[in-house]
C-alpha cells in the first residue's frame, strides 16, 4: 500500500513545477513525521495504530498531491515570433524579397533577415512611417554584408501600419509591415506547419486560400543539420517566389509568404533538393483550385 503512493506521489511531483514539488514532498515528509510521532507517543502501539498512520498519511499525500496539480501546474511559455525576410542577389535595384510583412501586434518578435546579395551591404530599418532616415526608429538592424544574417529584435507595436526599409538602398529596398491580432497562443504554431525530420518533409502537400499572406512554421527536428524552404511558381524549380531563411536543427523559424494566386506551387530544401520535396495548392477564396499556378504566380511573385 505504501509502495502504490509513494509511486502514485510520485507522478503528482512530475507534473508541478519544480518548487511546487518541493515545497509538495517537504509538506508530506513533515507531517509524515508530525503523524509517526503522535503514533510513537503511545503507550502501546497496536495495528490499528498503524492503520490510523497509513491512513493519515494517504490522506495528507491526497490533499497535499491535489493542491499541488491544483495550484503548481507548470505554465506554458509564450511562443517567439520570427518573421523571416530576405534581400535576394540584385536587391540593391529590384527590392526585399517581399514588400510585406505581418506581425502580431502587442508582443515582441524578431526579423530574421538573410541577406543573399553577394558582397553587398543591407540591413533593416522599422519606422513609423515612410522615411529614409534611420534615425528615430523603431528598431534598426545592425549592417551584412552578403551572403549573412541577422536577427532585428523588435518591440511591441500597437495596431497598425508600419514602413521598413535598408538605410543603404531606402529608395529601392522597402515595404509595409503590418501589426494585427493577437500573438499566438503557447505551444500553437501560427498557420502550417512543415516539419523537416530524417531529410525529409512532413507533410509534403499544403493547402491554403487564395489572395491572403500564410505564415509557414518551419520546425527542423534534425539536429545539426541545415535545412531551409524555398518556394516556387514551377515545378522545375527556377522561379522563386520566396526563400525561407536557414535554420539548423534543433529549432523553428516563421516564414512569410505573400499571397498568391490560385494554383499549385512547389517547395524544397535548397540543402537536399532531391529527397525534401512538396506542393502547395492555392484555392480560389470562393473554393476550388486550378489545375496549375504557373500563370498565377508571375502576378504574385514579389515585386521591385
Do not use: W
Not at 509524515?32 to 492503520?51: D, F, N
Not at 525529409?200 to 489572395?211: A, C, H, M, R, Y
Not at 523559424?253 to 533538393?273: E, M, N
Not at 476550388?288 to 504557373?294: E, R
Request: proline share 9%; with cysteine.
Amino acid at each position: 500500500v505504501i509502495g502504490a503512493i509513494l509511486f502514485l506521489f510520485s507522478r503528482v511531483l512530475l507534473r508541478v513545477t519544480p518548487t511546487a514539488a518541493t515545497i509538495t514532498a517537504l509538506v508530506v515528509a513533515a507531517s509524515i513525521l508530525a503523524v509517526a510521532s503522535v503514533v510513537a507517543s503511545r503507550p502501546q502501539v497496536t495495528g490499528a495504530s498503524l492503520l490510523s498512520m497509513v491512513g493519515g498519511v494517504t490522506g495528507i499525500a491526497m490533499l497535499t498531491g491535489g493542491l499541488a496539480l491544483l495550484l503548481g501546474q507548470p505554465t506554458q511559455e509564450a511562443q517567439p515570433v520570427i518573421v523571416a525576410l530576405t534581400a535576394p542577389k540584385g536587391a540593391a535595384t529590384n527590392g526585399f524579397q517581399t514588400k510585406s510583412l505581418s506581425a502580431p501586434a502587442a508582443y515582441p518578435f524578431t526579423i530574421a533577415f538573410t541577406n543573399d546579395d553577394t558582397g553587398v551591404q543591407h540591413n533593416v530599418v522599422v519606422a513609423a512611417q515612410k522615411t529614409a532616415d534611420p534615425t528615430g526608429a523603431i528598431a534598426a538592424g545592425q549592417p551584412v554584408t552578403g551572403v549573412g544574417t541577422v536577427d532585428v529584435p523588435v518591440s511591441p507595436l500597437t495596431a497598425g501600419s508600419y514602413y521598413f526599409f535598408c538605410e543603404f538602398h531606402p529608395t529601392t529596398m522597402f515595404g509595409t509591415l503590418t501589426a494585427a491580432g493577437p500573438p499566438p497562443a503557447p505551444g500553437a504554431p501560427a498557420g502550417p506547419v512543415i516539419t523537416a525530420q530524417d531529410l525529409k518533409f512532413s507533410p509534403t502537400t499544403l493547402d491554403v486560400t487564395s489572395g491572403q499572406p500564410t505564415t509557414i512554421t518551419f520546425d527542423n527536428e534534425d539536429p545539426g543539420v541545415l535545412h531551409n524552404i524555398q518556394f516556387f511558381s514551377d515545378k522545375d524549380y527556377t522561379t522563386s517566389i520566396y526563400k525561407g531563411p536557414d535554420v539548423t536543427g534543433v529549432a523553428s523559424a516563421q516564414y512569410q509568404l505573400r499571397a498568391l494566386g490560385p494554383g499549385t506551387y512547389y517547395f524544397h530544401c535548397d540543402y537536399h533538393p532531391t529527397t525534401m520535396q512538396g506542393t502547395i495548392t492555392v484555392a480560389k477564396s470562393g473554393g476550388g483550385s486550378s489545375p496549375s499556378g504557373a500563370s498565377s504566380a508571375s502576378s504574385s511573385s514579389p515585386s521591385g
